[in-house]
């Protein structure tokens, strides 16, 4: 269910935002824990690759419902265009530092030991700047 941002309050839009309908008629966005996703035909499957329609392939390509849904529901929530959503944190970092950081990334203060070392090992390996400016 689409719900229109400008007026709707708050608990509604967590309540209703981002529900996609499924063609078993779950009036809630089911959990699909599904890594990959079945077709009738080879032709559908391509629809689905190429854009031609919508549908569920991959989940780690970010192509499930359930990942979708939270997607939309973050993104009316923070009055925003659109959201993505990540497997966890450090997976989240990564997709930031690799798509915005290219010039360099500059880390102030005391950092989780998994981002250290994502910027000091892997992204410093591939090239990308880093300055550390830790607090006393």
């Known amino acids: 269910m689409?719900?229109?941002s400008k007026n709707t309050g708050i608990a509604?839009?967590?309540v209703h935002s981002g529900e996609i309908s499924n063609d078993q008629g779950s009036p809630h966005t089911p959990i699909y824990n599904s890594t990959t996703f079945t077709f009738s035909t080879t032709n559908d499957l391509l629809d689905v690759i190429d854009g031609r329609k919508p549908g569920?392939?991959?989940t780690r390509y970010g192509m499930n419902l359930s990942i979708k849904g939270l997607e939309e529901k973050m993104a009316q929530?923070?009055?925003a265009e659109a959201a993505l959503v990540f497997?966890?944190?450090?997976a989240a970092e990564a997709a930031m530092f690799l798509a915005l950081g290219r010039k360099g990334i500059v880390c102030v203060g005391d950092a989780y030991g998994g981002t250290i070392e994502?910027?000091?090992i892997q992204l410093r390996s591939i090239?990308?700047?880093?300055h550390f400016f830790l607090e006393p």
Do not use: A
């Not at 497997?87 to 450090?90: L, P």
């Open 2 to 4: 689409q719900t229109d």
């Open 12 to 14: 509604t839009k967590c």
């Open 56 to 58: 569920s392939l991959y």
């Open 77 to 79: 929530l923070e009055h």
């Open 87 to 90: 497997s966890s944190g450090i």
């Open 118 to 120: 994502l910027l000091n």
């Open 127 to 130: 090239g990308i700047p880093l």
